[in-house]
């Protein structure tokens, strides 16, 4: 059974930074789409940013991050990380890790269904 464990979430002021990690066990994701999704109060839940696993650079970033937020993986740890830089106040959400069946290895990753969720991280930008 797939899990997924996000970690790093909290409290910071408008410009701050953040690192999001997202453990994973149960399989090892090193050819296969993760993701990181967001949900704020009364809105619908949206893709941030998704990687790959694979390698060669194949990364996807929602307009609004596009800049500040950097995603990257560590096979070695099975772990997908969200660096988050100048973060503003309407980056304010629960953070969601995800990742997609085993057995899907395409690379269109912003444009996959994923199955597996983890529990979610709070991030709180304040101005």
């Known amino acids: 059974q797939v899990q997924l464990v996000e970690s790093g979430g909290g409290s910071v002021q408008a410009g701050g930074s953040l690192r999001l990690s997202c453990a994973v066990s149960?399989?090892?994701?090193?050819?296969?789409?993760m993701g990181w999704f967001r949900q704020a109060p009364g809105k619908e839940r949206e893709g941030v940013a998704q990687?790959?696993?694979?390698?060669?650079?194949?990364?996807f970033y929602a307009d609004s991050v596009k800049g500040r937020f950097t995603v990257s993986q560590d096979n070695a740890k099975n772990t997908v990380y969200l660096q988050m830089n100048s973060l503003k106040p309407e980056d304010t959400a629960m953070y969601y890790c995800?990742?997609?069946?085993?057995?899907?290895?395409?690379?269109?990753?912003?444009?996959?269904?994923?199955?597996?969720w983890g529990q979610g991280t709070q991030v709180t930008v304040s101005s």
């Open positions: 990687i790959w696993t694979g390698g060669g650079g194949i990364t």
């Open positions: 995800a990742a997609v069946a085993p057995w899907n290895r395409s690379t269109r990753c912003a444009q996959l269904y994923y199955n597996y």
């Open positions: 149960g399989y090892t994701y090193s050819s296969n789409c």
